[in-house]
């Protein structure tokens, strides 16, 4: 009796100390965690770097918009269709600011994607990001300035055929770069939480970016006179 207690202890010991003991451990999770932070270093410090390029190709819309359709949605209203024809903007904004980081997207997915977990939230996570973000990427960029003029044509009544199909698509799997699951934490070495905290910081400023581009998306809708 006393000997299986002490082993009834030393298991129940084991249970409470297993997640602590995890930090920093070997194994396939702990493998594929340093493979996934490092990837995912690699896409923030990309875009990162190509933010500049990022804003300009932003704003390349609206010089295009100025010259092509000023003015394409005057007299529109503001209903369900106009609100499709905001969201196709920023969906072609994005993919359009995307553009310099497509190659470091590419490889983060065929690197990523050979990454599996034993644990499920991670797996999950990373599972459902890496989807949407190919998903977002396989997209194709739509003519804005046609579709707005094919809407006026039709007296702001019919929505072009492409952009509710775009719209669905885009909506659902709109990501940021570069995401880190909270149960990756567990499996980090001191070396891989300093990598991740970079990344966080990347992360931050290419958050600041896109609320900057904020206001470029309302010029743009300015410009063509369009409601959301």
Same mark, same amino acid.
């Given at each position: 009796m006393? #000997? #299986? *207690? +002490? &082993?009834g202890a030393l298991v129940l010991a084991g249970a409470i100390a297993g997640p602590t003991a995890a930090a920093g451990a070997s194994g396939p999770d702990a493998t594929a965690t340093? $493979?996934? +932070?490092?990837?995912?270093y690699? &896409?923030?410090s990309t875009g990162h770097a190509n933010i500049a390029r990022t804003e300009a190709a932003v704003r390349a819309i609206l010089q295009k918009v100025r010259r092509e359709c000023p003015a394409a949605a005057l007299g529109s209203p503001q209903d369900e269709e106009s609100t499709e024809l905001s969201n196709e903007l920023i969906g072609s904004m994005v993919l359009a600011g995307g553009m310099p980081d497509r190659a470091a997207v590419? $490889?983060?997915l065929r690197s990523v994607g050979r990454l599996r977990w034993n644990a499920g939230s991670i797996e999950h996570a990373v599972g459902d990001y890496t989807r949407s973000l190919r998903t977002l990427y396989d997209l194709a960029s739509p003519n804005l300035c046609d579709d +707005? #003029?094919?809407w006026g044509?039709?007296?702001? !009544?019919r929505l072009p055929a492409a952009t509710a199909p775009f719209v669905r698509a885009f909506i659902p799997n709109w990501v940021s770069l570069g995401v880190l699951p909270s149960g990756l934490s567990r499996y980090e070495t001191p070396e891989l #939480? $300093? *990598?991740a905290k970079r990344s966080q910081r990347f992360e931050s400023? &290419? !958050?600041e970016m896109e609320a900057r581009l904020v206001e470029t998306w309302g010029l743009i809708m300015n410009e063509l006179h369009l409601n959301p």
């Amino acid at each position: 009796m006393g #000997r #299986r *207690i +002490i &082993l009834g202890a030393l298991v129940l010991a084991g249970a409470i100390a297993g997640p602590t003991a995890a930090a920093g451990a070997s194994g396939p999770d702990a493998t594929a965690t340093g $493979a996934y +932070i490092r990837a995912n270093y690699t &896409l923030v410090s990309t875009g990162h770097a190509n933010i500049a390029r990022t804003e300009a190709a932003v704003r390349a819309i609206l010089q295009k918009v100025r010259r092509e359709c000023p003015a394409a949605a005057l007299g529109s209203p503001q209903d369900e269709e106009s609100t499709e024809l905001s969201n196709e903007l920023i969906g072609s904004m994005v993919l359009a600011g995307g553009m310099p980081d497509r190659a470091a997207v590419g $490889a983060y997915l065929r690197s990523v994607g050979r990454l599996r977990w034993n644990a499920g939230s991670i797996e999950h996570a990373v599972g459902d990001y890496t989807r949407s973000l190919r998903t977002l990427y396989d997209l194709a960029s739509p003519n804005l300035c046609d579709d +707005i #003029r094919s809407w006026g044509v039709s007296g702001f !009544m019919r929505l072009p055929a492409a952009t509710a199909p775009f719209v669905r698509a885009f909506i659902p799997n709109w990501v940021s770069l570069g995401v880190l699951p909270s149960g990756l934490s567990r499996y980090e070495t001191p070396e891989l #939480r $300093a *990598i991740a905290k970079r990344s966080q910081r990347f992360e931050s400023q &290419l !958050m600041e970016m896109e609320a900057r581009l904020v206001e470029t998306w309302g010029l743009i809708m300015n410009e063509l006179h369009l409601n959301p």
